[in-house]
T-cell receptor
């Protein structure tokens, strides 16, 4: 049961343009969402997060949008740079679901972003 | 400030052996969790510790175990290794209960079982 889905395995964009990475979830108990960037054989690097009480969060070139009714979130990178090329993971957790959720992130399958110079 | 530190980074073990991986969380972080990444299954949650107590466990067999020490450092152990245990094992830490807080990952320990 894939509770967090990233339906696009890969995305290719030109340098300077916008990259939009999408993520869908099915578990309505999720109320905190994070995006990570990852290179092969390395640990994920935290990028940005959003709580379910918000619909948008910005940090520099990165903006995350959350649509709770659609159970959908997206990460926008503007402008995209070649150094952004990596695998991007969407992750979700439940803040208020009690002990069964502590420290547990549920990840999507990842999207490979390639930014061409 | 130092990040999450995992040792060893790379190791090769034989089927049937056991392995212990170590993790030092970010200073001040009390929650430590472990994840397994494989090509087929992606990133999967193993377990989480807080104040030396396991509070949450993923769907892995009992061969996978862990513990946390009073200084928040953690170890995970896999006994009777199988070929399918070959994976990148990631440790993560967060300041509080690990839920609703940013979770930071280490570089991982790459285990190959032959």
């Amino acid at each position: 049961d894939q509770q967090v889905k990233q339906n696009s395995p890969s995305l290719s964009v030109q340098e300077g343009r916008i990259s939009i990475l999408n993520c869908d979830y099915t578990n309505s108990m999720f109320d905190y969402f994070l995006w990570y960037k990852k290179y092969p054989a390395e640990g994920p690097t935290f990028l940005i997060s959003i709580s379910s009480i918000k619909d948008k969060n910005e940090d520099g070139r990165f903006t995350v949008f959350l649509n709770k009714s659609a159970k959908h979130l997206s990460l926008h990178i503007v402008p995209s740079q070649p150094g952004d090329s990596a695998v991007y993971f969407c992750a979700a957790s439940s803040v208020n679901a009690g002990g069964t959720s502590y420290g547990k992130l549920t990840f999507g399958q990842g999207t490979i972003l390639t930014v061409h110079p | 400030k130092a990040g999450v530190t995992q040792t060893p980074r790379y190791l090769i073990k034989t089927r049937g052996q056991q392995v212990t991986l170590s993790c030092s969380p970010i200073s001040g972080h009390r929650s430590v969790s472990w994840y397994q990444q494989t090509p087929g299954q992606g990133l999967q949650f193993l377990f989480e510790y807080f104040s030396e107590t396991q509070r949450n466990k993923g769907n892995f067999p009992g061969r996978f175990s862990g513990r946390q020490f009073s200084n928040s450092r953690s170890e995970m152990n896999v006994s009777t290794l199988e070929l399918g245990d070959s994976a990148l094992y990631l440790c993560a830490s967060s300041r509080d209960r690990g839920s609703g807080n940013t979770i930071y990952f280490g570089e991982g320990s790459w285990l190959t079982v032959v």
